[in-house]
């Protein structure tokens, strides 16, 4: 199943990138890449996963070949479930799916449980859906955020670093060393702009500050209570699960569990779905199959 189209929604900065597979009326699944990837991300598995879905993956704001936000706007979970709003308000979804890994994962967590009417299934790859922070450590991150922003907004106009591209695909590596090296191609592919004298990386340089709206364990909590879709969480065994200092992590975990929800190991690291798809592909095939796919058709 190749990629049939490159899709552009506007947005009142620009417009969100994305990359569309699979028929004009098959069953919507919106694919959402982690920090500091692009809808590259999912070109390996999309194509291992049922083809009566039609997955639109994007580049989120700041990411790939997506407008970066304005300046002065901090880039931050509820401005991207705002950004989701938008891009499935444009292709009028009222009801669909959503695959996403890492920091795709807590915003599409958080667009489950503030639009529950709307996502029939949660698919999280190395995910919590949530990312608590202590409430002690709350003031800190915030103020720490604050003061990068403003620092970056008080230089003069900086360039970016021009790069060759295997300089590239060394900061990459340098960056994620367990990226094989067919998946950091895929990544450049969306990741770099070609300039004068080589590549610079497309993302916002912004993301790399802190972001400033965190939530406690307790709202976190909260918040998954009111997730009504069918959630599949895939945890790569080096990957989410093996960060022991993400001790929450754990408690958001059992809160799947305890709705009965499934949650799932499989052998690699945090970019199994793009590394090695074939280990990934047959669990969230079947949980698509089983939860959305065929409960539609019982339904006609």
Not at 91 to 108: C, E, P, R, Y
Not at 151 to 179: C, F, G, I, S
Request: aromatic share 8%; proline share 6%; hydrophobic share 40%.
């Amino acid at each position: 199943m190749c990629p049939l189209s490159e899709l552009s929604i506007p947005v009142p900065w620009g417009e969100i990138k994305a990359r569309v597979w699979g028929p004009d009326d098959g069953y919507p699944v919106l694919c959402l890449h982690g920090w500091a990837d692009n809808c590259g991300s999912f070109n390996t598995l999309i194509p291992l996963l049922p083809k009566e879905c039609r997955y639109v993956a994007l580049d989120q704001a700041g990411h790939g070949l997506s407008s970066h936000r304005p300046p002065g706007v901090f880039y931050s979970f509820p401005l991207y479930v705002a950004d989701i709003l938008r891009v499935v308000n444009g292709l009028q979804w009222t009801k669909f799916s959503i695959i996403s890994h890492s920091m795709g994962g807590n915003v599409g967590g958080m667009f489950s449980a503030l639009y529950p009417e709307m996502v029939d299934a949660l698919i999280l790859l190395d995910a919590a859906g949530f990312l608590p922070l202590d409430s002690a450590e709350l003031s800190k991150v915030m103020k720490e955020g604050i003061h990068e922003m403003l620092q970056y907004e008080n230089k003069t106009e900086e360039k970016k670093r021009v790069y060759t591209y295997e300089k590239a695909v060394e900061r990459l590596m340098t960056a994620n060393p367990t990226l094989s090296d067919q998946s950091v191609d895929i990544l450049l592919e969306r990741g770099l702009t070609p300039v004068e004298g080589g590549f610079v990386f497309s993302r916002d340089m912004r993301l790399n500050f802190k972001n400033i709206v965190r939530l406690t364990l307790e709202q976190s909590l909260a918040m998954q209570s009111r997730i009504e879709a069918s959630v599949l969480v895939v945890l790569a065994d080096k990957g989410l699960s093996a960060k022991h200092e993400l001790k929450h992590i754990f408690t958001v975990l059992q809160g799947y569990r305890d709705r009965n929800h499934s949650v799932v190991t499989v052998p690699g690291d945090h970019h199994v779905h793009l590394s090695n798809p074939e280990l990934v592909a047959p669990l969230v095939s079947d949980f698509l199959q089983t939860k959305v796919l065929s409960q539609r058709l019982s339904a006609m």
